[in-house]
């Protein structure tokens, strides 16, 4: 039905910037919500997410130094991650909140990709 496919990840050393990429294909109407998550272990977390609107919302421990950042046209998210510190190593999942063609709405996920800050 719907593929995320992400790309961008990494190694980058402390300090350094990674940017992100989660381009979404297959029988999509539209995409409302669209977001980025990070999992270390079996612990994920909210890192950022983007309304249809523009609208964005971010974690406390990344708010000032990513960037969450969409393209409708593309159906495409974005995260600009600057000032990359060791504790952001994680995998990185966006994930998309898709109307299909069929006017069904589901939440689809990416596959993921691993970003490691060393220090």
């Known amino acids: 039905q719907v593929q995320l496919a992400e790309s961008g990840g990494g190694p980058v050393q402390a300090g350094g910037s990674l940017r992100l990429s989660c381009a979404a294909s297959?029988?999509?109407?539209?995409?409302?919500?669209m977001g980025w998550y990070r999992q270390v272990g079996n612990q994920r977390e909210l890192v950022a997410r983007i309304?249809?609107?523009?609208?964005?919302t971010y974690a406390d421990s990344v708010k000032g130094r990513f960037a969450i950042s969409r393209d409708n046209a593309k159906n495409t998210v974005y995260l600009q991650m600057n000032s990359l510190k060791p504790e952001d190593t994680a995998v990185y999942c966006c994930?998309?909140?898709?109307?299909?063609?069929?006017?069904?709405?589901?939440?689809?996920w990416g596959q993921g990709t691993l970003v490691t800050v060393s220090s």
């Open positions: 994930n998309a909140a898709v109307v299909l063609t069929s006017r069904s709405s589901t939440i689809f």
């Open positions: 297959g029988s999509i109407f539209s995409i409302n919500d």
């Open positions: 309304t249809n609107g523009g609208s964005t």
